[in-house]
């Protein structure tokens, strides 16, 4: 393992400051200047509450599988982990769980609201090996290979620097590490029976978010992504579910859609009325508990970075 040694700065210029306190054992994260002419696009879905409320409700339910993905690339009590765009939560808990107290966790998001409530999350739970950094992923200043594992979840869906931010994920983890990725693919997304107010959604989801550089379908792109780093060994594996009724991934493209609003009406994509009817007529075939819903594929892919770099 490689450890970071030197001062924390644990926020980007402009953003609040908070001193981590380096508990029994724990290790320091070194963050040097941001860069500024190094930030990546805007987030696509912005930082609205509905953003918010929706990353909460996501994390808990693909719980499952990120301890499945944990597991399998064998995080162990010690290890220094690292969840990049963790948003308001992302794998942070679970990982502060598997990598106990004298492991460490870092999160890192560039989001200054995500990292407020990430924060306040985390002192809540009391994660004493978890802290928060605010920056951009492209940017971030952290010590190179100073992590067993670098992570990203529902990231590279959303940023158009895919390679970039791939590179970066590699630079920071320590030979011998692992770099995890899980990002959707809409492949699979539809309801049963098909009904057009799904259909007009959906269509206009995918443009709104493909013009804020955005890949829906990315999930079957990251084997080969991964394979195109100095990463060995890349793994794969796919989940697909069906959502019950009273589960949020039933009505995530509604979610969606809310947190895309803004961008689908300066696009004139739909008209406001259009898009409040589309709404209603689908919140009433959703809540049908005779239709069925697809949901998109979970892509987890990962790989081992060489030991001598
Ligand atoms: C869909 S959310 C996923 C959040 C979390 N990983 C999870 O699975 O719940 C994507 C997150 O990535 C963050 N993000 C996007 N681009 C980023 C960048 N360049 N640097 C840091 N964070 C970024 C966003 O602010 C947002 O919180």
Known sequence: MVFAAGNIRDAAAD??????????????????VETRAQQSADYVLGGSETELNRLR????????????????????????ALDVGCGPIGILRLLSEMVGPSGEVVGLEREHRFVELARYEIERL?????????ADALSSGLESESFDLVHERLVLVNVPEREALLAEMLRLTAPGGFVALEDIDNVSWLCEPAHPSWDALLAVFHQAFRAGGGDPFVGRRLPSLLRDTSANDVQARLW???????????THLLSLVNSIRERILQMNLMSESELD??????????ADPNTVVVEKLLMQCWGRKPAQS
């Open 15 to 32: 953003g609040p400051r908070r001193s981590v306190r380096p508990g029994p054992g724990r290790k320091r994260v070194q963050r040097q």
């Open 57 to 80: 409700a996501q994390a808990e339910e693909y719980d499952e599988q990120a301890r499945w993905l944990l597991d399998t690339v064998g995080i162990r009590p010690g290890s220094r």
């Open 126 to 134: 009391g994660l004493q090996n978890v802290q928060v950094i605010e």
């Open 240 to 250: 697909a579910e069906l959502p019950r009724p009273n589960q949020y991934r039933r």
């Open 277 to 286: 009817a589309h709404r209603q007529a689908l919140v009433q075939h959703l």
